[in-house]
């Protein structure tokens, strides 16, 4: 048998799900008693683990949400009650960003971190990686889980890993050249500031031995606008990368099927659903992605409703896996999602004709109502070659036109000055909803 066909994401149908089911039995097994969040949860819905006989059972098992989680952060300072085994068991913390609320304080056992290193093999191996390629992480290093798992589980397969924390965006670009870098892990917007950056410096990136990025942490990755222009940039592929601080490294862009994401079934269990019935949809229908995951044990999280909106790609893979492909990757946020004069319309979308514009360098955009109806203000920040009020003028007209032909509505567009809108390393936060 062919070496590949012995790895997790390369089995087919029937074993990930009876692997899932194994697992999964496990997994409640040891959490309904040891695990005080989930065994209150559970007591409290008249929910026994032994009911669970099979995948379609998980449906009987309450949702979870990340207003739950917060809450019972708060009221059980500083890690929550999600813990299977005694605090002195775990080994690493990490803290979500909090860009939609609170932030959480997330533990790992060195068994559940490893699981996250596993999940980056998996990853590492569907984008194509060699053993030869050498990876660079340019991120701060701090709380935030970031890339943390990826350098890790990269330095345990034998990767050359440079962590690019404490220095500025030219001293890193010189650690690419110099280090002869072929891989970077970053979010879309660093990716996007590193090329602005280089090009500021006379530093031809498509030059450079880069031949992958993967980014993850917001949208982008999936967005073709985006990705094209990044790519266009590094002379490199893109790809798409899915998770999160709390459920771990889970969905990834194969190298086969550009503009999709597998979801790592072999360490998790998905589910499609209806937003407001959280019933499963028809395969191939728009719906919220719920997760279980199957292997961080210490801190699990059982029927995660992620807020991620997504369609199941029906169609065979190239890559010949029968992993779960989502169509277009994360297609929005429920929570993001504004009506604009009657249009339902998210943040994405709007990136999605914005980084059309190679003239502009930022963009930031608030919504707000104005007597009961939302409206939406947009800023752009011109390259610093648009130095002219008339280009600057063509741009904000040119802009307009787009997201009235595209969106069908009208948007309140105006340019600033270069340099006035902030320049992010980790996720950007372009979007704001002001009451």
């Not at 995948?55 to 739950?68: A, I, Y």
């Not at 068991?89 to 056992?109: A, F, I, V």
């Not at 060195?110 to 050498?134: H, N, T």
């Not at 719906?287 to 999280?301: D, F």
């Amino acid at each position: 048998m062919n070496e590949s066909q012995n790895m997790p994401e390369n089995q087919n149908r029937e074993a990930i799900e009876a692997c899932q089911l194994l697992r999964l039995q496990d997994l409640l097994k040891k959490v309904s008693t040891a695990n005080p969040f989930w065994r209150n949860k559970w007591e409290a819905h008249g929910i026994t683990p032994e009911s669970i006989q099979n995948r379609s059972d998980l449906q009987k098992l309450p949702v979870t949400t990340k207003s739950e989680l917060v809450a019972d952060h708060l009221s059980h300072p500083p890690y929550g009650s999600n813990l299977t085994f005694p605090v002195e068991n775990y080994t690493r913390m990490h803290q979500t960003s909090g860009t939609t609320g609170s932030p959480m304080r997330w533990l790992d056992t060195k068994a559940s971190w490893d699981w996250f290193g596993e999940c980056w093999a998996q990853i590492y191996r569907m984008v194509g990686l060699y053993p030869e390629d050498r990876l660079f992480f340019p991120f701060s290093f701090g709380p935030f889980v970031g890339f943390w798992a990826a350098f890790e589980g990269a330095a345990r397969l034998g990767h050359f890993c440079l962590a690019g924390g404490g220095m500025g965006s030219e001293a890193r670009l010189r650690m690419i050249l110099d280090n002869h870098i072929t891989a970077i892990c970053c979010t879309p917007t660093y990716a996007l500031r590193l090329a602005e950056v280089a090009e500021a410096e006379n530093i031809n990136l498509a030059a450079s031995r880069v031949r992958a990025l993967i980014v993850a942490g917001e949208p982008g990755g999936n967005i073709a606008a985006t990705k094209l222009r990044i790519g266009q940039a590094w002379g490199a592929r893109v790809f798409d990368h899915w998770g999160m601080t709390e459920i771990g490294a889970l969905g990834i862009e194969p190298l086969e099927s550009p503009g999709s994401l597998n979801i790592l079934e072999t360490e998790c269990i998905a589910e499609i659903v209806n937003p407001d019935t959280l019933q499963p949809v028809e395969r191939g229908e728009q719906g919220e992605l719920i997760i279980t995951n199957l292997g961080r044990v210490g801190s699990p999280l059982i029927r995660y409703r992620t807020g991620d909106l997504v369609s199941e790609d029906t169609s065979a893979c190239p890559s010949g896996r029968s992993l779960l492909r989502l169509k277009g990757g994360i297609l929005g946020r429920a929570d993001d999602m504004v009506i604009i004069r009657g249009n339902n319309v998210f943040p994405s979308s709007l990136e999605a004709i914005l980084r059309t514009f190679d003239r502009l360098a930022e963009y930031r955009i608030e919504v707000h109502t104005i007597r009961s109806m939302q409206h939406m203000k947009i800023e752009l920040e011109p390259i610093g070659s648009l130095t002219t009020e008339e280009q600057q003028k063509q741009l904000v007209v040119d802009v307009s036109n787009a997201i009235k032909d595209r969106l069908n509505f009208n948007a309140e567009v105006t340019t600033v000055a270069p340099g006035a809108l902030p320049r992010f390393e980790l996720k950007g936060r372009r979007f704001f909803k002001i009451d």
